[in-house]
């Protein structure tokens, strides 16, 4: 059998060829007699030091090699990255100068400088070197140093000149991973899906086989809203590489955009099945059920989430709301509490809870929390409105009318507020009052009229009431 890499014994000599070498140096540095040592070997001591963090020894070995091997622009450039790491940036550029004299062709000097002008925050110097050396690099080289021009521009902050690098890039070197994992980050940063749509159409015509060309082409559709030409562009992706699970991800998006809810628990579980499971995956499975009112799976997944992720006090939120679209209060309160103990300071599930013990008639535990959330938050409308529609459903009218008037004094007066008022007026005996502020509160806000209801079914008993209303529905 014929394997391409190195047996053990290889590995074993060449570990072994690796101490003899560090052995001839220690003798070379006491003056003990040693074997001779080439310009090769020195290379290898000096990265041994230097990935084991002796930047000292390396140093040393770099200083004698140099001394022996004065025309060798490799070792020149090894000490210029250690002059770098050790942030001596002038001396390094100095060094740097003196191997591009004995060597201008080598990849690793532009790299280097390069790393020397952003550690000096020069990025202009350094843009404008790696530009100027583009031309003169073909293949692997050119892509390396567009590469590093990519990542001067996003140091730099050009964010659009980091676009047009990967562009460049992958006209001529179509099937580079990184640059295709980059441009795809880059075109919904910058917002030129278009022009991503062009460079990736171009590309699979080409390589119609290249997944990541069909990925990127899916979230640049995606990202101008054309939901179903991105599920196809996915589609071709996952069928090139069945195990691709970012495309499921995406995929399950566009068809929730969509509103394809069953096509998306399809994909998503197919997510499922190639990559750890994830929060966010069973999230977004539960929300499909939810849309398809399946209320019992959805609770079934957003628990899934939530075991994955204990500390997600939203999860328990989209639990209870499932259970409150069933009417289940009960059920409802359990999850919201597993909330707040998370998040005792959420406005949100303060009032959550107290509708749902004003559904069971709790009222003063319901009362407890819109206070909470009143205080919480002083300038919610909707808390406001809760714990006066909360104190007016539990008998209390005018406490409700006196916390309305705070309401108003601390928010203004809302639309809703004016219908509430002409409810309490009413309900207090104050009929004539009372119909007087439903009559203006009907000729500003008309459409409303459906919150007075809302707060007190039995109000449409009046007679002046539903006439008042009969005559600002015929005048719509």
């Known amino acids: ?87 001596k940036y002038r001396e390094a550029l100095a060094l740097l100068e003196k191997a591009a004299l ?22 202009e110097k ?22 590093e021009l990519a990542d001067v521009y996003d140091d730099w902050e050009e964010f659009e000149k980091v676009f047009d690098c990967l562009k460049m890039l992958l006209d001529f070197d179509p099937n580079n991973e990184e640059a295709l994992h980059k441009i795809c980050f880059w075109t919904e940063f910058t917002g030129r899906n278009e022009e991503s749509i062009r460079l990736h159409t171009k590309i699979i015509n080409d390589h119609p086989y290249n997944q990541l060309a069909w990925f990127n082409l899916g979230t640049a559709y995606q990202g101008l809203k054309l939901y179903e030409k991105a599920v196809d562009a996915y589609q071709y992706a996952v069928v090139i590489d069945e195990k691709f699970d970012y495309a499921y991800r995406n995929m399950g998006d566009a068809y929730i955009h969509l509103r394809k809810y069953n096509e998306a628990i399809e994909v998503l579980q197919k997510h499922l099945e190639v990559a750890k499971p994830e929060d966010v995956i069973y999230e ?36 209870a709301k499932a259970y409150m679209t069933e009417e289940n209060w009960d059920c409802a309160i359990k999850s919201l509490q597993s909330a707040l103990r998370i998040n005792k300071q959420s406005v949100e599930y303060n009032i959550t809870i107290g509708q749902c013990y004003l559904q069971i008639g709790s009222d003063k ?112």
């Open 102 to 123: 004995l060597d201008s062709n080598d990849i690793n000097l532009y790299i280097l400088k390069t790393d020397v002008y952003l550690a000096m925050n020069q990025h």
């Open 365 to 476: 535990e319901a009362l407890v929390f819109f206070l909470n959330a009143v205080r919480l938050r002083p300038s919610s409308a909707l808390a406001w409105k809760e714990l006066v529609r909360g104190l007016y459903v539990a008998g209390h009218v005018e406490e409700a009318l006196t916390q309305l008037e705070a309401a108003e004094a601390k928010i203004g007066r809302k639309p809703v507020f004016m219908f509430y008022r002409a409810a309490m007026l009413i309900a207090m005996g104050r009929t004539k009052e009372g119909l007087l502020h439903l009559e203006t509160a009907l000729q500003l806000h008309p459409r409303q009229v459906k919150k007075l209801v809302d707060l007190d079914p039995s109000i449409l008993q009046h007679i002046s009431v539903v006439e008042l209303v009969a005559r600002y529905r015929r005048k719509r």
């Open 1 to 87: 059998m014929n394997h391409d890499f190195p047996s053990f014994n290889e590995f074993n000599e060449d570990f072994e060829d690796l101490r003899d070498l560090l052995q001839q140096f220690e003798n070379l540095k006491e003056g003990r007699s040693h074997s001779f040592l080439d310009e090769d070997s020195f290379e290898q001591i000096i990265d041994y030091y230097d990935e084991h963090d002796e930047l000292n020894n390396a140093l040393q070995a770099v200083e004698i090699a140099i001394e022996q091997f004065p025309f060798s622009s490799a070792l020149l450039l090894k000490k210029s990255a250690l002059l770098i790491e050790t942030k």
């Open 284 to 319: 977004a499975i539960g929300h499909c059920y939810e849309k398809m009112r399946k209320f019992t799976q959805a609770r079934y997944y957003y628990r899934k989430a939530s075991h994955l992720s204990p500390n997600d006090d939203k999860l328990y939120l989209k639990i």
């Open 126 to 147: 350094a843009a404008a070197l790696l530009e100027e050396q583009i031309g003169m690099f073909e293949g692997e080289d050119r892509t390396d140093l567009l590469l």
